[in-house]
């Protein structure tokens, strides 16, 4: 960066007095390039430096030491929207309106006092504008940072009574969604319906290497299912603290996400978890002053170069493009608030409440902090279930019933032989099927597999009648069929043989009796005009109408 004196360059000299008199220096030259040596000297002076701390004014100590920390540099827009604008005056105006006595912002008051220029520098993405310390001086005010002093931050405040009186309560869901994915997975089913959208669940078992490419792996996936409730949850949020590939702001459905510039999401959420920290344990928090604490203190905290503009980010339900500042509500406020309300809160490290006068989740409660593996432990130990403490239930007609808190290694198991039903709260539902059965048979799987299972995890005895029907099945496979389809029926044999001989005789199949026939699927409306030209008009009672 440059020194003090390249920095200077181009000011004038009543800007160099001015800087003198609000440090107290005597300026002896009256020439432009020896009173700018003369103010450079003073300033890197040890002594004028430790006047530094007691001379600046307070409300700008923040941003000094914002600068400080940032290696001496912060881009122009990061800067100003943080700690204000620098006013564009001359020389005539600056003095007229006496511009340095009366600084609108922080940024004015270091800037006339020499501690602050701007300049555009070299980066990968091109040439940005920078608010910088000039070298020199950033050398000597290295040692300065822990004696300036911040305000101190406050994220928001507690929710109020009125915001928390419908609170949710605390679930580990994402463990049952899981396996419901990976059975689908595993028997080349589409996405099931989960309450947490079938793509984040990926993610996240993407994220611990249960899955790769979408594809399950039978180690990996034997293990989380056969591990507890507890240590299953750790492993999820362990990798979801560490992964690069789970992308939060990606998920977002409000938003629709083009072109190819990219996010660090693992930057992004590490810090989101450092925030959240600052919020104190067990005590219900507003969620909507949460956000607005990190846009007034950190606004740019996922985009460090305060870049609004390159990022091609549309709202999805009239595909407006979300550019600028001015988006930053609809774009960072609603990731900050779908980790809050959608990871933080499937994974168990919040709780969430609403109003009763409202749907919005209004506030939450930090259960545990999941900075570390001693945290995921915690929240695991906090949301654990005792397995077994239920068992499943089998009809005689094949019905089979699963408490959510039976053991998923079991459920995962047992979904493999089913067809799905539409499950209930804490209850998932299938059925034995023929065709499910040859499902499960043809990837390896055998009924006897499946009787062990359901005798080990029922309730009571499973039906004789069920188990006899499944035995036999395996001896003989299906031997009894219910179908639908489209009957011909005639009030004579001979116009059936008739119909035969015409050219629509190809659509006929199974011969019923004298009078009927099965019509082949697809060909109702040959037989029909086939009919026809014989002089007969058919009733179709299929949809009704005559022909």
């Not at 939450?364 to 239920?390: E, M, N, Q, V, Y």
């Amino acid at each position: 960066m440059p020194d003090l004196i390249q920095s200077f360059q181009g000011r004038d000299i009543g800007f160099f007095r001015t800087v003198a008199r609000l440090w107290g220096i005597d300026l002896t030259s009256s020439e432009l390039g020896t009173a700018q040596k003369e103010l450079a000297d003073a300033l890197l002076n040890p002594a004028t430096n430790h006047d530094i701390e007691k001379l600046l004014p307070t409300s700008s100590h923040p941003a000094l030491l914002a600068l400080i920390e940032a290696g001496g540099k912060i881009p122009w827009a990061v800067f100003t929207r943080s700690f204000g604008v620098l006013r564009d005056a001359g020389p005539g105006r600056r003095d007229r309106e006496q511009i340095p006595l009366n600084p609108v912002s922080a940024a004015e008051v270091l800037y006339y006092r020499g501690l602050l220029s701007r300049a555009f520098f070299d980066t990968p993405s091109g040439a940005q504008e920078f608010a910088y310390i000039p070298e020199d001086l950033a050398k000597v005010l290295s040692n300065l940072g822990g004696s300036l002093h911040a305000p101190a931050e406050i994220m928001g405040r507690p929710a109020k009574p009125k915001e928390r009186d419908r609170p949710d309560p605390p679930c580990d869901r994402l463990l049952d969604d899981a396996t419901t994915l990976l059975a689908a997975l595993r028997m080349g089913q589409p996405d099931p319906v989960t309450r947490i959208p079938a793509e984040v669940i990926k993610g996240f078992l993407t994220a611990a290497r249960i899955i790769t490419e979408g594809v399950p792996q039978i180690e990996p996936v034997r293990q989380f299912l056969e591990a507890t409730r507890k240590i299953a949850l750790e492993q999820l949020v362990q990798a979801w603290v560490g992964s690069s590939t789970f992308n939060e702001l990606r998920q977002i459905p409000e938003l629709v996400f083009e072109g190819e510039w990219t996010n660090d999401p693992f930057l992004t959420r590490g810090f989101l978890i450092t925030q959240l920290e600052k919020i104190p344990e067990n005590t219900w928090w507003n969620l909507n002053t949460f956000i607005l604490a990190i846009k007034e203190i950190y606004p740019d905290f996922q985009r460090p170069a305060g870049d609004y503009d390159s990022w091609f980010i549309k709202r999805a339900n009239d595909g407006t493009f979300l550019r600028g500042f001015d988006s930053w509500d609809e774009v960072e406020g609603t990731l900050i608030r779908y980790m809050v309300t959608g990871p933080l809160a499937w994974l168990g490290a919040v709780e969430l409440a609403g109003s009763t006068e409202g749907r919005t989740i209004t506030a939450f409660r930090i259960r545990s902090k999941i900075t570390g593996k001693s945290d995921a432990k915690k929240i695991g130990a906090r949301l654990s279930h005792a397995p077994g403490a239920d068992k499943l239930h089998v009809t005689s007609q094949g019905k089979i019933m699963i408490p959510r808190v039976l053991s998923r290694a079991a459920r995962y198991q047992v979904a493999r032989f089913c067809d799905w039903d539409e499950d209930v709260p804490d209850e998932y539902r299938y059925r034995i099927t023929t065709r499910s059965l040859e499902k499960a048979v043809a990837q390896g799987l055998k009924v006897s597999q499946l009787l062990n299972l359901l005798a080990k995890n029922s309730a009571a005895d499973i039906p004789p009648a069920f188990v006899r029907s499944l035995k036999r099945w395996e001896l003989k496979g299906t031997e009894a069929r219910v179908e639908s389809k489209t009957i011909l029926r005639v009030d004579s044999p001979e116009i059936l043989a008739d119909l035969r001989k015409s050219k629509a005789g190809r659509f006929l199949g199974e011969v019923l009796g004298p009078v009927t026939v099965v019509v082949k699927p697809g060909a109702q409306a040959r037989v029909l005009g086939a009919l026809a030209e014989l002089g007969l008009l058919a009733e179709n009672a299929v949809d009704g109408n005559e022909n």
